[in-house]
């Protein structure tokens, strides 16, 4: 509702400026407005500022750094509102003082098939584990991000919910799970966490300090930067079974700036063929205005850049579910069926169920609302600033597959490889990953797991260390199917090797051998190096498909450590888990 002269106690020229800002501040600002304005009262009626009375643990979990973030807002509004506050990685801190925390605030993130991030790894397993205390003294709540579009939405914020509660610590406010949009209901969380605390009379409002004014991105995910595209090449032989595009953008008068090992976010638009076959199947005029957060465009414009329709959630389906008069439909939407519901998810698109289960009685409005914004999706950044300025580079492997019948289409991928050419403008932001990055000191020495587009930010790595001179040895381990039109840029590693940037590199080509030969093979063959380039404290790197790659590289270090070093399974991977406290074993998989 907009602010009226009639309605408040601002004047004409006071509300035209309210209802210019307003629209303009996201959640996060509103809150901190708020929490300002009700600070500077609080200290003009007690005419001065009020002791910190309270102390708040705020422990995140994050694997790409959301969760970092809003752990870190979260513990900048609280200190403005008189609380003493510890924000910490659930890697970094000490399980120990867990007995002495009052007052425990829990942000974490679910990746892959519902596991914990690897920074929220030790402490998630020590509170599952009998050695974890009996919390009755404990207040907690519980911010928890995820994807509905995985079957384990939000599991290890349930875990640790319902493990604290067992340990039998009480809920200062209920548990909320985030969608990929987790802005809005991040700021609910947060709010009601400072209800809670305030009649519970733990709030002392205490007056900002003036802190140096933080320069504000101009372009972020909310407003991205329109990067013209320099160069979008094929990375691939010819005869191959895959297509890696290298794609080059300018950053020219944007003001980002990023490191290596962030990741570039890409706002797609889908498939034009599936759009249409949407709007064919169900008989709509594509010129049909449709709305999504206010803003109208025509239907087909709204489908091709808006919203998701290659994946399906079972919000989705639910929400769709008054709109079919199909009996097979609803039964496949009852609580018996759960198990086959999640078999038919996997592979399927919102086509298929357009195709599969009508007639459907749905105005384009309808179907509108029930989806899911179009989400960007986001790439390991494969250049420095240093050797590119006012670029950034990307290296998208695109996905193609059968499945129900029909030729699936990754959204972003297929969008740069078939649609995005020279010229053109693509919708980007960086995305900060504090959780991959160079070791401080260049001389470390560092040694980087990459397969095939898992290799890009170590592009990045060597023009970077290349461009400070670093001292430190370095060592590439990479893979792919084919030597002869799958060795992403052969020639740069060549020159890097060459010229010393590049220390030592080593190759496995699946597809060339009778034998497939994955990176953990030349790793196992090379184990005794490795473990001596570990015992001078190199740090690891490991980048790419966590399903199968990144747990194979996982298992084969800890059987280097272990037998090189001669320690039990335990005793390697407890020197795993210290590397990963030290910052020398880092992940940036998915």
Same mark, same amino acid.
């Given at each position: 509702m907009p602010?009226?002269?009639?309605?408040?106690p601002?004047?004409e020229?006071?509300?035209?400026?309210?209802n210019?800002?307003?629209?303009t501040?996201?959640p996060?600002?509103k809150?901190?407005?708020s929490g300002?304005?009700?600070?500077t009262?609080s200290?003009? $009626?007690?005419?001065?500022e009020?002791?910190?009375?309270?102390e708040?643990?705020?422990?995140?979990?994050s694997q790409?750094?959301?969760?970092?973030?809003? $752990? #870190?807002?979260a513990?900048?509004?609280? =200190? !403005?509102?008189?609380?003493?506050?510890?924000?910490?990685s659930?890697?970094?801190?000490?399980?120990?003082?867990?007995?002495k925390?009052?007052?425990?605030?829990?942000?974490?993130?679910?990746?892959?098939?519902?596991?914990?991030?690897?920074n929220?790894l030790?402490?998630?397993e020590f509170? @599952?584990?009998k050695?974890?205390? =009996?919390?009755?003294?404990l207040? *907690?709540?519980?911010?928890?991000?995820?994807?509905?579009?995985?079957?384990? *939405?939000?599991?290890?914020?349930?875990?640790?919910?319902k493990?604290?509660?067992?340990l039998?610590?009480?809920?200062?406010?209920?548990?909320?799970?985030?969608?990929?949009?987790? #802005?809005?209901a991040a700021?609910?969380? &947060?709010?009601?966490v400072?209800?809670?605390?305030?009649?519970?009379? /733990?709030?002392?409002v205490?007056a900002p300090?003036?802190?140096?004014?933080?320069?504000?991105a101009?372009y972020?995910?909310k407003?991205?930067f329109?990067?013209?595209?320099?160069?979008?090449?094929?990375?691939n032989?010819?005869?191959?079974?895959?297509e890696?595009r290298?794609?080059?953008?300018?950053l020219?008068?944007?003001g980002?700036?990023?490191?290596?090992?962030?990741?570039?976010?890409?706002?797609?638009?889908?498939?034009?063929e599936?759009?249409?076959?949407i709007i064919q199947e169900m008989?709509?005029?594509?010129?049909t205005p449709?709305?999504?957060?206010?803003?109208? #465009?025509?239907l087909?414009?709204v489908?091709?850049s808006?919203?998701?329709?290659?994946?399906?959630?079972?919000?989705?389906?639910?929400?769709l579910?008054?709109?079919?008069?199909?009996?097979?439909f609803?039964?496949l939407?009852? /609580?018996?069926?759960e198990a =086959?519901?999640?078999?038919y998810?996997?592979?399927r698109?919102?086509?298929d169920?357009?195709?599969?289960?009508?007639?459907?009685?749905?105005?384009?409005?309808?179907?509108?609302?029930?989806?899911r914004?179009?989400?960007?999706r986001?790439?390991?950044?494969a250049s420095?600033?240093?050797?590119?300025?006012?670029?950034?580079?990307i290296?998208?492997g695109?996905?193609?597959?059968?499945?129900?019948?029909?030729l699936?289409k990754?959204?972003?991928?297929? *969008?740069?490889?078939?649609r995005l050419?020279?010229?053109d403008?693509?919708s980007?932001?960086? @995305?900060?990953?504090?959780?991959?990055?160079?070791?401080?000191d260049?001389?470390t020495?560092?040694?980087?797991?990459g397969?095939g587009?898992?290799? /890009?930010?170590f592009?990045?790595?060597?023009q970077?260390?290349?461009?400070i001179?670093?001292k430190?040895?370095?060592w590439?381990?990479f893979?792919d199917? !084919?030597?002869?039109t799958?060795f992403?840029?052969?020639?740069?590693?060549?020159?890097?090797?060459?010229?010393?940037?590049?220390?030592?590199?080593?190759?496995?080509?699946?597809?060339d051998?009778?034998?497939?030969v994955?990176?953990?093979?030349?790793? &196992?063959?090379?184990?005794?190096?490795?473990?001596r380039?570990?015992?001078?404290?190199?740090?690891?790197?490991?980048?790419?498909?966590?399903?199968n790659?990144a747990?194979?590289?996982?298992?084969?270090l800890?059987?280097i450590i272990? =037998? #090189?070093?001669n320690?039990?399974?335990?005793?390697?991977?407890?020197y795993? $888990?210290?590397m990963?406290?030290?910052?020398?074993?880092?992940?940036?998989v998915?």
């Amino acid at each position: 509702m907009p602010f009226q002269v009639t309605n408040s106690p601002f004047n004409e020229e006071q509300v035209e400026l309210l209802n210019r800002l307003w629209p303009t501040l996201n959640p996060a600002q509103k809150l901190w407005l708020s929490g300002y304005l009700a600070a500077t009262e609080s200290v003009g $009626a007690l005419q001065q500022e009020a002791p910190v009375t309270k102390e708040v643990t705020v422990l995140y979990g994050s694997q790409t750094g959301n969760a970092q973030k809003l $752990a #870190e807002k979260a513990g900048e509004v609280l =200190k !403005h509102r008189g609380f003493h506050v510890t924000v910490s990685s659930m890697l970094d801190f000490k399980p120990s003082e867990l007995k002495k925390i009052d007052t425990l605030l829990i942000v974490v993130s679910t990746y892959g098939e519902g596991e914990p991030p690897d920074n929220a790894l030790s402490f998630y397993e020590f509170l @599952h584990s009998k050695r974890a205390p =009996k919390l009755k003294h404990l207040r *907690f709540s519980v911010l928890a991000l995820g994807d509905t579009s995985y079957e384990h *939405f939000c599991k290890t914020g349930k875990d640790f919910d319902k493990r604290l509660e067992e340990l039998g610590g009480k809920r200062l406010y209920e548990r909320i799970d985030c969608d990929v949009d987790y #802005e809005e209901a991040a700021a609910k969380w &947060l709010n009601g966490v400072l209800s809670e605390l305030d009649k519970q009379g /733990a709030v002392s409002v205490v007056a900002p300090q003036p802190t140096q004014a933080q320069p504000t991105a101009l372009y972020s995910r909310k407003h991205p930067f329109e990067a013209e595209v320099l160069e979008n090449i094929n990375l691939n032989g010819r005869g191959s079974n895959k297509e890696t595009r290298h794609i080059e953008l300018s950053l020219e008068g944007s003001g980002l700036v990023f490191e290596p090992g962030d990741a570039l976010g890409v706002f797609p638009k889908n498939d034009p063929e599936l759009v249409d076959l949407i709007i064919q199947e169900m008989k709509w005029n594509p010129d049909t205005p449709a709305s999504v957060e206010g803003k109208e #465009e025509p239907l087909r414009e709204v489908l091709l850049s808006r919203l998701e329709i290659t994946v399906l959630t079972e919000q989705l389906l639910q929400s769709l579910a008054s709109f079919s008069h199909s009996s097979d439909f609803h039964t496949l939407l009852s /609580a018996e069926q759960e198990a =086959k519901r999640k078999d038919y998810i996997k592979g399927r698109d919102v086509l298929d169920v357009l195709r599969e289960f009508g007639p459907w009685e749905m105005t384009p409005g309808q179907f509108v609302s029930s989806l899911r914004k179009l989400q960007p999706r986001f790439y390991s950044i494969a250049s420095s600033l240093l050797a590119y300025p006012e670029e950034v580079h990307i290296t998208v492997g695109a996905v193609r597959y059968e499945a129900h019948g029909r030729l699936r289409k990754g959204v972003c991928s297929t *969008f740069c490889a078939e649609r995005l050419n020279i010229g053109d403008k693509l919708s980007v932001f960086v @995305h900060q990953n504090p959780n991959f990055k160079l070791p401080k000191d260049s001389n470390t020495p560092i040694i980087m797991v990459g397969p095939g587009t898992g290799v /890009a930010p170590f592009r990045a790595f060597m023009q970077e260390r290349e461009a400070i001179g670093a001292k430190g040895k370095s060592w590439l381990f990479f893979g792919d199917q !084919h030597f002869v039109t799958d060795f992403l840029y052969q020639t740069e590693w060549q020159t890097w090797l060459k010229n010393g940037v590049l220390t030592k590199m080593d190759v496995a080509f699946s597809r060339d051998t009778k034998e497939k030969v994955y990176v953990q093979h030349r790793m &196992l063959e090379h184990r005794k190096e490795l473990f001596r380039w570990l015992e001078e404290g190199a740090a690891v790197y490991v980048c790419g498909d966590k399903q199968n790659m990144a747990r194979d590289v996982h298992e084969t270090l800890i059987h280097i450590i272990s =037998k #090189e070093g001669n320690m039990s399974s335990e005793q390697a991977e407890a020197y795993v $888990a210290d590397m990963q406290k030290q910052k020398r074993y880092q992940r940036d998989v998915y």
